[in-house]
């Protein structure tokens, strides 16, 4: 996306809204994660990801988009990048998920809102945009974590 005032506050939207999700995906051996990438097993690697979204928002909202890459040499900690998908109401976001040892980090693509509005990039000055992201993903969260039964 370009960057705008807009952009920059839908990419803070959903970074706060993935974050959870990122710290489920970072308790998983980062070497398993990079052997689904570099196997192309992609079927297992989205599961991951929709068992770890799961928690915290409604099931499939959340999913693997196109695939995922990863960064890892001999010193140095891992980085693991998933390109993710976010399917709201009305709403459908596309970013790349990166994955450190402590840290994460977000990059939103592309935020599309359908026919009738169209996207961020095609009125990046509206910022009613970011609220109706804001207000999309509230309506698809879970305010905590689900407690598993026993």
Same mark, same amino acid.
């Given at each position: 996306?370009?960057?705008?005032?807009?952009?920059?506050?839908?990419?803070?939207?959903?970074? /706060?809204? !993935? *974050?959870?999700? $990122?710290?489920?995906?970072? &308790?998983?051996?980062?070497?398993? #994660?990079?052997?689904?990438?570099? %196997?192309?097993?992609?079927?297992?690697?989205? /599961?991951? !990801? *929709?068992?770890? $979204?799961?928690?915290?928002? &409604?099931?499939?909202?959340?999913? #693997?988009?196109?695939?995922?890459? %990863?960064?890892?040499?001999?010193?140095?900690?891992?980085?693991?990048?998933?390109?993710?998908?976010?399917?709201?109401?009305?709403?459908?976001?596309?970013?790349?998920?990166?994955?450190?040892?402590?840290?994460?980090?977000?990059?939103?693509?592309?935020?599309?809102?359908?026919?009738?509005?169209?996207?961020?990039?095609?009125?990046?000055?509206?910022?009613a945009l970011a609220n109706d992201l804001a207000r999309a993903l509230a309506m698809v969260?879970?305010?905590?974590?689900r407690a598993l039964s026993a």
């Amino acid at each position: 996306m370009k960057p705008t005032p807009v952009s920059a506050e839908c990419e803070k939207i959903v970074a /706060d809204a !993935v *974050r959870p999700v $990122a710290s489920e995906l970072r &308790m998983l051996d980062a070497a398993e #994660l990079i052997a689904l990438i570099r %196997f192309e097993r992609r079927a297992e690697l989205d /599961d991951l !990801v *929709r068992e770890a $979204a799961d928690l915290f928002f &409604m099931p499939g909202t959340v999913c #693997l988009g196109t695939g995922g890459d %990863f960064f890892l040499e001999w010193h140095g900690e891992p980085r693991i990048t998933l390109d993710i998908e976010l399917k709201l109401a009305g709403v459908d976001v596309y970013c790349s998920l990166t994955l450190k040892d402590e840290t994460g980090a977000v990059e939103v693509a592309h935020v599309d809102f359908g026919d009738a509005r169209g996207s961020v990039e095609d009125d990046p000055g509206e910022p009613a945009l970011a609220n109706d992201l804001a207000r999309a993903l509230a309506m698809v969260r879970f305010d905590a974590p689900r407690a598993l039964s026993a």
